[in-house]
Structures are given as C-alpha cells and as structure tokens.
C-alpha cells in the first residue's frame, strides 16, 4: 500500500501539527494515498503521490478555480494546503457516505442532482474542442499500444474506429473526468463531490461515459433523471460513438495493467458495445 514520503509527511507537520491519521482511503491500485486525518482544528484528507503523478496536479488545476462554484455551496472541498513539488495536498474533509457501493448509484433523485450540478460545473467555460479531440485520440491509441489482452482483429477495427475525426469538434468545458458514483457523497440526500484527479478541459459528453457503461445501462430512469437536472443532451451519434470507444479501450488496458479482473471484463464488454 502506498505511504507518504518522509518528505510529504514533513510539510503536512508544518501545515497541521499533531495530526493523526483516522482511516486509509486510497484505493492500492495506483501511488495515490488518500487519507482521513484529525487535528484539534477538526478532520481534513490529505492526497499525495509520488513524483510522477499527473492525478494531483489536475487535482490542484481542479482547485484553481473551477470547483469555487461547488465549494461556495458545500458541494465540494475547499483546497488548505498544496505543495505541487511534494505532490501533496490538504482538503476538507467532508461529510456523507460514498454512493458507489450502496443503492443510490442507481437512484434517479440522486442522478437528477449529479446532473444539475455537472451542468453547473460544464457552464463554467467554453473553448475551441479541438486540441481536446486529438488529446483524445492520442490517448486512446497509447493504450492500444500498451500491454493488454484485447483481440487482435478487435485492435484492427478499434485503430480504424478512432481514426475518425468528428467532423465538428464539440466544445471543450471543465470536466470532472471521473464522473460515477464512487466519487459522489450523499450525506442525507445532498449530493457531494470528490476527487478531482482526472480534471481538464474536454467534450461535455466525456462525463457521462462512464455513467452509460454502469449505472445508466442497470436503471435506465437513472439516465432520464440525470438530463432532466443537466438540461438539454449534448451528445451527438457520431462523437458519443468515438466517446465511448475511446472509454472502453482505457477502461479495458488500464483494468488489465493494475490486475482488476473484474473491471477488465467491463471494458471489453464495453468496446463490444460501441463497435456494434
């Protein structure tokens, strides 16, 4: 399991003398540690890694900005401390329990919320999509270039798929990047959000993604509540194809990279779909 340097356990001393440690809440399949801390100013999470992770830097990016509208509602942590170098950072701790694992990641009042509050997040600003379409693109053909157990024939198919460019970009917006259930809080029926790790400007529909593969496709009023909170559907057939192409192939290679088994079979089970 992942631990805190010497170094980040140092500055975090310096931030917050006489911490102690609660509960361990990283996840063990990346260098991310994620941690309850007490102080007798009250409980924080502190998120640190190792020198080469990009998932704190997006989550400081997050903090630069983009989540003050959440935060000025409770809605999300507010930043306390951040050392970029040390790739570690301090957050409020808030309160609820993780949706993922219990019954409302498929309830339709919950996704009505989670839809209000990404279009709130996506409405925050509006760019040219292109540079993030080929950001995209890029991405998805590394993973195809790594190690993974996808079908050769199906690798064929999937690089001739992705080469297709949408023939007009969408809009890149704030995107949360991680947008399901396991990063939703509800505490007494509000909805809370963490973990801004994969945080960057990208095609609105990218947030839905991984909703479709999941909670949508196991209650389908979970899909029609979440646009009624988000408003109109920003998908188009064509772009919401690559969208989730491009889903299922990282869901498929990271899954087999870290071991996860379970969740490998989930992306190919993805890629099958989309290609259909």
Avoid: C
């Amino acid at each position: 399991m992942p631990a805190l340097t010497p170094d980040q356990t140092a500055v975090l001393a310096t931030w917050l003398p006489g911490f102690t440690i609660e509960d361990d809440l990283s996840w063990g399949q990346t260098d991310t540690v994620v941690l309850r801390i007490r102080t007798e100013g009250g409980e924080y999470v502190v998120k640190a890694g190792g020198p080469a992770n990009h998932h704190i830097l997006r989550e400081l990016q997050a903090h630069d900005g983009a989540t003050d509208v959440w935060v000025a509602e409770g809605r999300a942590a507010r930043l306390r401390f951040a050392d970029a170098a040390r790739r570690i950072l301090v957050v409020d701790h808030l309160p609820g329990v993780l949706a993922g694992p219990t019954p409302a990641a498929t309830d339709p009042a919950l996704h009505r919320q989670a839809g209000e509050l990404l279009r709130q997040f996506h409405d925050q600003a509006s760019v040219d999509g292109a540079e993030a379409e080929e950001a995209a693109r890029a991405s998805t053909l590394k993973w195809l270039d790594a190690p993974h157990r996808i079908d050769p024939a199906t690798v064929v198919t999937l690089r001739a798929a992705l080469a297709e460019a949408s023939v007009d970009p969408p809009p890149a917006v704030p995107t949360h990047g991680d947008w399901q259930p396991r990063n939703w809080l509800v505490d007494e029926g509000t909805l809370r959000v963490i973990d801004f790790g994969r945080f960057a400007l990208r095609a609105a529909a990218t947030d839905f993604a991984r909703l479709a593969a999941r909670e949508w496709r196991a209650n389908p009023d979970a899909e029609r509540a979440f646009f009624e909170g988000y408003g109109a559907d920003p998908r188009t057939p064509r772009h919401w194809r690559l969208v989730r192409l491009r889903e299922a192939v990282a869901t498929a290679v990271w899954a087999f990279q870290v071991g996860d088994e379970e969740f490998e079979q989930q992306g190919h089970r993805m890629i099958a779909e989309a290609l259909e």
